[in-house]
Every structure is written in C-alpha cells, then in structure tokens.
C-alpha cells in the first residue's frame, strides 16, 4: 500500500553497528506494529504502539527500540546488530476503533543484512 | 501467549482444484483470525477475516471456517488460479493482546496450469 512507506528498502550493516529503519504512514491510523519476518517462520510482533505516549513490547523486543516521532512515524533501532538479525521488517499500521479489530496495512519491507 | 499452527507448510494443486489450508490456536481468548497473502518479494496483504462470533465467511472463491470448540480455522479456496500462487499466513489475535496479530509459519501455494 502506497500510504504506507518504509526507508531504507535494503540495507547491510556489520556487527556491532546502530542501525534505524523507518516507518511513514498518511493513512492517518493510530496503530503502528513493527513485524519480523525469517523465511520458515512466519511474522513476528517486535513492538507495537498505539499513540505517540503508548509503546509496547512484542514477542521479540529483545536487541530491539522504538520510537514513535508523530502519529505518522515509527522507527525501529537496532542499537548493536547482530548476524540473526538478519531479517526482513515490515511495518503495519491500523485504524484506532475501540472494541474492534481493524485491517493492518503493511509497508514494503526492509530487508537488511548483518554481517 | 498464543501459538499459532499452520498445515500444510508447502501446498500444489492443479488450477481449477481447490485449496485447504488449516492453523490451530492456543488460546481461547483469540476472537479474530485474518488471512494474509503475500506474493513474492511482496507485502502481506488481507484477503479475507473472521470474528469469533461467525462461524463461516465467503468471499468469491475463498471462504474461512472458524471451529470456536476445536480451536482451528481454515481457509478453503476454490477453483484455483495461478495467480493464487504465493504464501497464505494466517494469524489470531484478542482485544487485551494490544489486537497484535500472532502469526502461523505460512504455507507456500503453487497452482499450475
């Protein structure tokens, strides 16, 4: 979905190294998840956030930090890289409506490479 | 937490043949269950979902069974087209979960002509 966009789209990094990825929406959703995804596993929730002051661990936060800038922005940091990181991440957003469940919308994915 | 389980991991028919594919969940808190495709070096994206109070949904060719008891779901996919072909994930989650979506390991369709 075009609304939604992720920079960079691959990056490769060494070890040891800060990385950020970031996450864009003009959907105007309140909802931004961050997701990884390994070839043979499936997705899996890193953080989640539900408004600018509401950030939440996901299944895999460990190694992991976020930061939601504006209702738009969320962006995922990697304060050491290493190898098993090596992952793509995509980002997803969703409507706000209490008591529902609403459609996330992904990003394109980041692919990035640790070495 | 939950886990989800999803059978088979690789899938083949013959287009115009139909397509099952099963997850089970664990925790009986789950009350929504979305289906995602993804295409290759795609995005995921929804085909189709299911609340806990519904215990079957159609859209065109593809419809959803949800068996609240048994704790499983599937997706069935009828008359089967090519442009099927791609990884079919589905997911499960609950309201007090933060409406994070846990995942199955996805199942990989190929539909040949």
């Known amino acids: 979905d075009a609304d939604v966009t992720q920079t960079p789209r691959n990056r490769i990094t060494k070890t040891g190294k800060r990385i950020m990825l970031e996450c864009s929406q003009t959907?105007?959703?309140?909802?931004m998840y961050w997701y990884r995804q390994d070839p043979g596993l499936g997705l899996r929730l890193i953080y989640y956030?539900?408004?600018?002051?509401?950030?939440n661990k996901g299944e895999i936060s460990d190694g992991y930090s976020v930061s939601r800038q504006a209702q738009a922005k969320f962006s995922l940091s990697l304060e050491s890289a290493i190898p098993n990181q090596t992952a793509l991440y995509f980002c997803?957003?969703?409507?706000?409506?209490?008591?529902?469940?609403?459609?996330?919308?992904f990003g394109p994915g980041t692919r990035l490479t640790v070495l | 937490g939950e886990n989800v389980e999803q059978h088979p991991s690789t899938l083949s028919v013959q287009e115009g043949d139909s397509a099952v594919i099963k997850c089970t969940y664990s925790?009986?808190?789950?009350?929504?269950f979305p289906w995602y495709k993804q295409e290759l070096g795609k995005r995921p994206q929804l085909i189709i979902d299911?609340?806990?109070?519904?215990g079957e949904k159609k859209d065109q060719r593809i419809a959803v069974t949800l068996n609240k008891t048994a704790k499983h779901f599937s997706l069935h996919i009828t008359e089967t087209q090519p442009e099927d072909s791609a990884v079919y994930f589905c997911?499960?989650?609950?309201?007090?979960?933060?409406?994070?979506?846990?995942f199955g390991k996805g199942t990989s369709l190929l539909v040949t002509p």
């Open positions: 925790d009986s808190a789950s009350n929504y």
């Open positions: 959907k105007g959703h309140d909802r």
């Open positions: 299911i609340r806990s109070n519904v």
């Open positions: 997911a499960a989650s609950r309201v007090n979960s933060g409406y994070a979506l846990n």
């Open positions: 997803a957003t969703s409507e706000s409506t209490s008591g529902s469940y609403n459609e996330q919308f």
């Open positions: 956030s539900f408004d600018v002051k509401d950030i």
